[in-house]
């Protein structure tokens, strides 16, 4: 079993920088796909971006160049650095784990945090 906790969010002006993490506890990450996930209110939940278990990155369009993920299996545990935020980056962000063979992920996550909230002001 493994438990997720993101932390980091909060409120920053458009244009400024956050930076959120995920700590693992329960299993070590070290082979373990990691994604990033964000769900903003009245929308479904979408995928922010992923990394594998050797530091291979994949990211949506909508985030690509502004957005960085990276890991620390020394401390188990995932980044999303995020710059040059806008006021549509506002969400709920979660980060999940998935012991996932191929890349990219096709299969569901097995395990998620319970979320960050991220406000992006204009």
């Known amino acids: 079993q493994v438990q997720l906790v993101e932390s980091g969010g909060g409120l920053v002006q458009a244009g400024g920088s956050l930076r959120l993490s995920c700590a693992a506890s329960?299993?070590?990450?070290?082979?373990?796909?990691m994604g990033w996930f964000r769900q903003a209110p009245g929308k479904e939940r979408e995928f922010v971006g992923s990394i594998r278990w050797n530091s291979d990155t994949l990211y949506a369009d909508s985030v690509k160049g502004r957005f960085t993920i990276s890991r620390d299996n020394a401390r188990n545990t995932v980044y999303l650095q995020m710059t040059s935020l806008k006021p549509e980056d506002t969400a709920v962000y979660y980060c999940?784990?998935?012991?996932?063979?191929?890349?990219?992920?096709?299969?569901?996550?097995?395990?998620w945090g319970q979320g960050t909230q991220v406000t992006v002001s204009s």
């Open positions: 999940a784990a998935v012991a996932a063979p191929r890349w990219p992920v096709d299969v569901p996550y097995d395990y």
């Open positions: 329960g299993r070590t990450l070290r082979s373990y796909a």
